[in-house]
C-alpha cells in the first residue's frame, strides 16, 4: 500500500471472485488497508457468524495469516462392538448424531459403520453437525459426478480425514468449504460443456488442467477460444498444446476475449517480417522512375 492507494494481487483477485464471498472480499480489502483484525466486526459490520465465515473463506483460499493448530493425525484407533454399544447408550451426541446420519443416508447402519462414525467423533473431534454436512456433501459430490450409488462410510471416512488434516472443525469452516467446491463443481462443469465433454467426468489430469485456467481467471469466451485454436491446429482437444496456448495468454495478461483480440490485432512495426518500410518503398517507385 502507498498513500491512500491500494495494490491488489492478481492472483487474490481472481480467487476470491471465484470464491464470490461479500464478506470474504470486504475482510480481505479490510486487512489488507493494514486495520486491526479485532475491529473487523465494528467496522465492517458483520455479525459474529458472518465474520467467522469470512475468516473461513479467507483461510480456504490461503489469504488469511491466522493459522489454525492442526493436530497430527497418528494411527487410527480401533473401536470394538462394545465401544458401540456404549456410545449408543450412554453417549447422547452419539446417539444423536447416528440417528440423523441414518435419516440423510436413508438406511440403518451396520455395525462397521457405526464405528467409523465413533470415529470421527472421538479421535478427529468432529462436531455433530460438522459431521452431518460432511455427509450431505459427498452425496452431493457423487450426484455430480454421474454416480448413481450413495457413498460409502468408507469413502466418507477418507473425507472426513481430510476435513481434519485442513483443519475444518467448526460449522463455519466447513460451510465455506462445501461453498468453494460446489462453486468449483459449477465452473468445471461449464468448461466441460465448452470443450464439449459429455457423458463422463474428467480425469484427474484433465481435472488438473481445467482448474489451472480457472484460477488463472480466464472467461468462458477466451477458453472456448484457445479450444477452438486448438482444434485447428491439432485437430481435436489435446489438452497439453491448449495449455501452452493459455499460457501464453496468461503470461501476456490477457484473460478475457477482448483482450486477446486487442493482443492479434497489434499493428506491425514497418520493416517487420512481410512488411515493406518506408525506405524500402521509396527506393521502389524511384526504381521505376527511372525505367
Known sequence: MKGTE???????????????S?????????LLSG?????????????????????????????????????PLGERPVYSETDVVRAMDHDGEFQALYGEIQRVMGRALNTEELKILLGFIRYLGLPAEV????????????????SLRAPSLRTIEKEAYHWAERGIDTMEEAIA????????????????ELLQI?????????????????DWGFDEEAISMAYERTCLNTGGLSWAYMNKILLRWQEAGCLTAEQIKAGDKKPVPKGASGQLGEAELAAIQQMLREG
Do not use: F
Open 6 to 20: 491500494l495494490y491488489l494481487n492478481k492472483n487474490d483477485v481472481h480467487k476470491l471472485l471465484s470464491a464470490a
Open 22 to 30: 461479500g464478506d470474504g472480499a470486504l475482510l480481505y480489502l479490510y
Open 35 to 71: 486495520n486491526d483484525p479485532a475491529g473487523a466486526a465494528a467496522a465492517l459490520r458483520l455479525s459474529p457468524t458472518r465474520l467467522q465465515c469470512a475468516q473461513a473463506t479467507l483461510r480456504q483460499l490461503g489469504l488469511w495469516e491466522e493459522k489454525k493448530t492442526v493436530i
Open 131 to 146: 459431521i452431518s454436512l460432511l455427509v450431505r456433501h459427498c452425496q452431493e459430490r457423487a450426484r455430480r459426478k454421474g
Open 177 to 192: 468449504y462445501v461453498q468453494s467446491q460446489s462453486i468449483r463443481y459449477t465452473r468445471l462443469g461449464r468448461l466441460m
Open 198 to 214: 459429455r457423458g463422463r467426468s474428467l480425469t484427474a489430469a484433465e481435472e488438473k488442467y481445467a482448474q489451472q485456467w480457472l
